[in-house]
């Protein structure tokens, strides 16, 4: 089975969208999926085998990201399309409109992960607008987005139940992204701790994951103030680039914080993140928009305790409370969590014991297994929905369904 997946967004940027689809892209071959990638150009990427680069200049005010030329997309898509069994989307921006329109076009079933919570997101970036009037534009494109799609999958039951609000009528898949186990497992603290100047003895807190606003980490930095207070040599490191840096720095130098906070930038996936988790004490997360928040299996799957907050897709992980604690939502209970938890490290023992057992239940190749399965689904539904039975038992033809 060939399937052409279709982003606005992928690697070398680094955010949950281009990790997920790494993640499947790499684990779908082993369930005889073959996976196709349509994906923006955004320097002198080498090419490699499966991966079709599509040119994009830099967007004003996001240098990170790419804007792909529409015709050029659309194009591109449709050419990769021809011999797919099924389109699978992963943006909702030029990427959904080239996906939807050669699936149509070629007859093909086509499916879109809702990685995205874009009603909490839009008002960071747009503050000038009104922010209701903001959150229901978001609402109706993402309902007319996903309705024109044979199926969605969303990554937790949250987003699920999100959707089902705005008024999206098709079906609904529950599929998170998995965790690539053996990735996260054998990483060196010793060495990062070294690289970063951090004595072996000192406490760590550690986020990862986009510094942005809606991150929440202004959060953690206030609970940072708190935790201090019962341990006064925690160290909280910041892995991660973004929009809200320079806002960040300047709330650490106004709580008086620059001697405890570190801001580290992005690492590299495949030693320097694992390293990092394996230097830390407490995995620490504050988002209340995430759709899923791989970043605290990645960090489960390291043995790293989490303290997080409860809020939409990070509570289908963190429900259980295997391996993680989930403090009430105020800076100062969120604190003196972290801070009790760090001086009675013992008696929290069974958390980092538990964190790796329970992440392998989120594991890469069992979610890709699931994937999988429901590729031949829609693929199996499409072919029956085109190809009807006649009383005398002819086939014929009926068309693609709109």
């Known amino acids: 089975m060939r399937i052409l997946m279709v982003s606005d967004v992928y690697f070398p940027r680094v955010n949950g969208v281009s990790t997920s689809i790494e993640t499947f892209r790499k684990t779908l071959a082993a369930q005889g999926v073959e996976v196709r990638l349509v994906v923006p150009r955004y320097g002198d990427e080498p090419e490699a085998e499966g991966i079709i680069r599509v040119p994009g200049r830099p967007i004003l005010g996001d240098p990170e990201d790419r804007l792909v030329g529409w015709r050029a997309m659309h194009r591109t898509v449709l050419a990769a399309a021809q011999d797919c069994d099924l389109i699978h989307i992963q943006t909702p921006f030029i990427a959904h409109y080239a996906g939807l329109k050669a699936a149509r076009k070629l007859g093909l079933p086509v499916v879109a992960t809702y990685h995205t919570l874009f009603e909490e997101y839009i008002q960071h970036y747009a503050p000038f607008l ?87 980490i202004g959060f953690l930095l206030q609970a940072h103030t708190h935790a201090l207070g019962l341990r006064p040599d925690l160290l909280l490191v910041i892995a991660g680039e973004g929009p809200a840096m320079e806002d960040l720095k300047t709330q650490v130098k106004t709580l008086g914080l620059r001697d405890s906070v570190q801001f580290i930038g992005y690492l590299d996936r495949q030693q320097d993140l694992p390293d990092c988790y394996a230097a830390a004490n407490a995995f620490v997360f504050a988002s209340r928009t995430e759709t899923q928040g791989l970043v605290l299996l990645e960090a489960m799957a390291a043995g790293l305790p989490v303290i997080a907050l409860s809020e939409m897709g990070t509570t289908d992980i963190l429900a259980p409370g295997r391996g993680a604690i989930s403090p009430s939502a105020e800076p100062q209970a969120f604190g003196e969590m972290l801070g009790k938890f760090l001086n009675q490290t013992s008696a929290w023992r069974h958390l980092r014991e538990e964190a790796p057992i329970y992440a392998r239940e989120w594991s890469d190749v069992a979610m890709a297994g699931r994937l999988a399965e429901l590729y031949r689904e829609l693929a199996g539904l499409k072919l029956a929905q085109e190809t009807c039975l006649t009383p005398s038992g002819e086939n014929y033809t009926s068309g693609a369904v709109a």
């Open 130 to 216: 009104p922010g209701g009037w903001l959150k229901g534009q978001a609402r109706g494109l993402s309902r007319r987005q996903c309705n024109a799609l044979d199926a969605v999958i969303v990554p937790s039951s949250a987003m699920q139940q999100r959707l089902n609000k705005y008024g999206v009528n098709k079906p609904l898949h529950v599929l998170p992204t998995g965790i690539p186990l053996a990735q996260f497992a054998g990483g060196n603290g010793a060495a990062f701790r070294y690289k970063h100047g951090i004595l072996s003895t000192r406490p760590m807190a550690l986020f990862v994951g986009r510094v942005a606003h809606e991150k929440n």
